[in-house]
């Protein structure tokens, strides 16, 4: 069963940058679509970015110009290196990929930033 693992969270004071990764195991096809979604404290889980498999990217405008999304196809891989963070930015990050069998999602990574 494909399996999606996280990593890269952490803790940071703002301004300062993470980048967090997502390993798709046990592929047989790669995914279409790779993302990231995030939920803070008593908020719905809101698209952060996604990438497609040709590179097309869709950011949130809450990080647009602070966050970049990328991917390696070999790998079915997905990146999100995150610069300028800001304490809204605090919450769990959770990978999304969209599979030709539906979507599998991460366990999450806290990140969490302080002023």
């Known amino acids: 069963q494909v399996q999606l693992v996280e990593s890269g969270g952490g803790s940071v004071q703002a301004g300062g940058s993470l980048r967090l990764s997502c390993a798709a195991s046990?592929?047989?096809?790669?995914?279409?679509?790779m993302g990231w979604y995030r939920q803070a404290p008593g908020k719905q889980r809101e698209l952060v970015a996604r990438?497609?498999?040709?590179?097309?990217?869709n950011y949130a405008d809450s990080v647009k110009g602070r966050f970049t999304i990328s991917r390696d196809n070999a790998e079915d891989t997905v990146y999100l290196q995150m610069d300028s963070l800001k304490p809204e930015d605090t919450a769990v990050y959770y990978c999304?990929?969209?599979?030709?069998?539906?979507?599998?999602w991460g366990q999450g990574t806290q990140v969490t930033v302080s002023s």
């Open positions: 999304n990929a969209d599979f030709p069998s539906g979507d599998i």
């Open positions: 046990r592929t047989v096809f790669s995914p279409n679509v």
């Open positions: 990438i497609t498999s040709t590179g097309t990217t």
